[in-house]
């Protein structure tokens, strides 16, 4: 399959063929004289443009388009094989035709609607300053023994993505994959996040096929600047590329992005040896238990947050390319999606390097003390006592406890999925992904978190509370001096 085209769901070859198929099966109501030609063009463009998408891929999307024209094919070239035999041409009544013709045409149509509701994701361009480079790293701390293995000789392992500054290259460089290093990669994680949602895989098929803004181990941008640190860690199951088009745009902005894979809790990990590690987290029913479950997954990856920034540290310390020397380790934050940002709360909590949190719409399990030091900015969905009667209670909490000024930013229209790449590639459903449309989520997103950081971590002027709600609905919780 060729790259789709900006603002369109499909393929030019893919939209050929969808021509192709119903010119095909419009041909009976051209005049007599010209039937034979629109027939033969007609055929001859969707054959020509459906040999190499079986080649380079078959959309599942495409085939009620095929299904409609093979129906309507015996219909439309039967005549043209009587007329060249010289026997007389036979043509349905149409008042049997014209059903038959809505129906194929109705079949063939339902493969752009399914195209627009699952397309290929098209990454919007970043807005800052900077070209965006990626890298992927995979790090062992051999301090930790791999808790969800009973070899006592397992370290746990992280896989880790970073977005940067880069320098700009030429116009046709190509753009990373997303969700993988390779489209193997990319598929075997498509894949497992589809069984996750308890989805068939084929229906997000083209995911895998969809490249980024970001040009893999592009070289820094030059000059001698430190750039502010952002780690990120996925919601549950989630994945190190679930907020791709977030990280992008901060890292246009002059942050260098690092987003975490938990191997064993999120859906898939393709360690640098091959192997697949999938996840093993699962729910027991009972919320007592599950709740002590998930405190403990999320103590997990805020150790992995931890290690992380040792090792960014080191990085830099030792120079190595092509971010050594350009890490601003004294200016990190610490983010995360659902219950990758109940990690980000406990890391700052265990964690003093970390100087900023931002929560994405995440729940947070775990111990509610020490008391958050850190500026923190939580944007969330529009919860109420009905839909969850435990979350804005413990999420106040843990924000009004804290040593200093935080942020609730509700988000008009949002749902949990807005707050990832989701909106991109999944149906426009607004319980699904909220009714922000497919990029409004990340505008809001990445616009409260640019200003949220750019205020704590660069010291940039301008009153948050002033600014902040232009995303949404604010809430500041200033901390109480009387203690």
Same mark, same amino acid.
């Given at each position: 399959?060729?790259?789709t085209?900006?603002?369109?769901p499909?393929?030019p070859?893919e ?9 095909l099966?419009?041909?009976?109501w ?7 030609r629109?027939?033969i063009?007609a055929?001859?463009?969707?054959v020509?443009s ?6 380079t ?9 095929l299904a409609?024209a093979?129906l309507?094919?015996?219909f439309?070239?039967?005549p043209l094989?009587?007329?060249r ?14 059903p ?10 339902t493969?752009p609607v399914?195209?627009?509701?699952l397309?290929v994701?098209v ?7 900077f070209a965006?480079?990626?890298?992927v ?8 023994p791999?808790?969800?293995?009973t070899?006592?000789d397992d370290r ?9 500054p ?8 190509r753009?990373a ?12 994680v ?7 949602a ?8 083209g995911?895998?096929l969809?490249?980024?803004?970001a040009?893999?181990d592009?070289?820094v941008?030059?000059g001698g ?7 990120f860690?996925?919601?549950?199951g989630g994945?190190r !590329?679930q907020?791709? $088009?977030?990280a992008? %745009? +901060? =890292?246009?902005?002059g942050?260098?992005?690092? &987003?975490? /894979?938990?191997?064993y809790d999120s859906?898939a990990?393709v ?7 999938t996840t093993r987290?699962a729910s !027991?029913?009972?919320? $007592?238990?599950d709740? %002590? +479950? =998930? ?6 990856? &805020?150790? /992995?947050l931890?290690f992380v920034?040792?090792r960014?540290?080191g990085?830099?310390r030792e120079?190595?390319?092509?971010l050594?020397g ?7 934050a ?6 990758g940002?109940?990690?980000?709360l ?5 964690d003093r390097r970390f100087?900023?949190v931002?929560?994405?719409?995440g729940y947070?399990?775990?111990p ?13 969905q529009?919860?109420t ?8 209670p ?11 000024t935080s942020?609730r ?5 949002a ?6 790449d989701?909106p991109?590639?999944?149906p426009p ?5 909220g009714?922000?449309?497919r990029?409004?989520g990340l ?6 978190t640019?200003?949220?950081?750019d ?7 301008g009153?948050l509370?002033?600014?902040l709600?232009?995303?949404?609905d604010l809430t ?5 001096t009387?203690r």
């Amino acid at each position: 399959m060729t790259d789709t085209i900006p603002g369109l769901p499909m393929s030019p070859l893919e939209i050929l063929a969808l021509l192709g198929a119903v010119a095909l099966v419009t041909a009976r109501w051209t005049p007599p004289a010209a039937r034979p030609r629109v027939t033969i063009a007609a055929g001859a463009v969707l054959v020509l443009s459906v040999v190499p998408l079986a080649v380079t891929g078959l959309r599942w999307q495409l085939l009620p388009v095929l299904a409609g024209a093979a129906l309507a094919s015996p219909f439309t070239v039967a005549p043209l094989l009587r007329r060249r035999t010289g026997r007389p041409a036979w043509r349905a009544r149409w008042w049997l035709a014209l059903p038959a013709t809505v129906a194929c045409v109705g079949l063939i149509a339902t493969g752009p609607v399914a195209a627009w509701a699952l397309p290929v994701p098209v990454f919007p361009a970043p807005s800052g300053g900077f070209a965006v480079g990626t890298r992927v790293e995979q790090w062992t701390d051999p301090a930790r023994p791999e808790t969800f293995t009973t070899d006592p000789d397992d370290r746990r392992t992280v896989v880790v993505q970073l977005w940067y500054p880069a320098r700009p290259g030429p116009g046709h460089v190509r753009r990373a994959r997303y969700l993988g290093r390779t489209e193997q990669e990319a598929r075997t994680v498509s894949d497992a996040l589809a069984r996750s949602a308890g989805l068939p895989g084929f229906l997000v098929d083209g995911v895998p096929l969809a490249r980024t803004r970001a040009v893999v181990d592009a070289p820094v941008q030059p000059g001698g600047e430190r750039f502010p640190v952002v780690l990120f860690s996925p919601g549950s199951g989630g994945v190190r !590329t679930q907020n791709t $088009a977030w990280a992008e %745009e +901060l =890292a246009s902005h002059g942050y260098v992005v690092a &987003a975490l /894979d938990h191997p064993y809790d999120s859906a898939a990990v393709v360690l640098a040896d091959g192997r697949t590690v999938t996840t093993r987290l699962a729910s !027991t029913g009972d919320p $007592a238990r599950d709740d %002590e +479950l =998930a405190a403990g997954w999320t103590a997990i990856r &805020a150790a /992995d947050l931890s290690f992380v920034l040792t090792r960014l540290d080191g990085l830099d310390r030792e120079g190595s390319a092509p971010l050594g020397g350009r890490l601003d380790i004294g200016r990190v934050a610490v983010t995360g999606h659902s219950m990758g940002g109940a990690a980000a709360l406990q890391a700052a909590r265990q964690d003093r390097r970390f100087d900023a949190v931002v929560d994405l719409d995440g729940y947070p399990h775990g111990p509610a003390s020490p008391a958050l030091d850190q500026p923190t900015l939580a944007l969330t969905q529009a919860v109420t006592a009905d839909t969850d009667p435990r979350y804005l209670p413990r999420l106040a909490e843990a924000l009004r406890s804290g040593t200093a000024t935080s942020y609730r930013l509700t988000v008009p229209g949002a749902a949990h999925l807005t707050f990832m790449d989701g909106p991109l590639y999944l149906p426009p459903v607004p319980s699904i992904v909220g009714s922000l449309g497919r990029t409004g989520g990340l505008r809001v997103t990445a616009g409260a978190t640019l200003a949220f950081l750019d205020s704590v971590l660069r010291d940039r002027p301008g009153d948050l509370s002033g600014v902040l709600p232009a995303y949404g609905d604010l809430t500041v919780y200033r901390p109480d001096t009387s203690r």
